[in-house]
């Protein structure tokens, strides 16, 4: 049986997290390309197919800094 991650090539135990940043698009293309060249998701497919714990902001400083 196929993880959902294993479509991003994703190794097992490996937690996946999803930027809050890509919130700002209806859709997204991971992995670079364009529409002719890479798959289209939405958030919701990018979600299930990365397999994701959970979004976070990665830009956001850490506190102390």
């Not at 289209?40 to 990018?46: G, S």
């Not at 299930?48 to 976070?56: C, D, L």
């Amino acid at each position: 049986t196929r993880r959902s991650s294993d479509l991003f090539g994703v190794n097992e135990g490996v937690a996946v997290y999803l930027d809050e940043s890509l919130c700002k698009f209806d859709t997204v293309y991971p992995a670079a390309g364009s529409g002719h060249t890479a798959v289209k998701l939405t958030l919701q497919e990018l979600e299930a197919a990365a397999g994701a714990e959970s979004w976070v902001d990665v830009c956001k400083e850490s506190e102390g800094e």
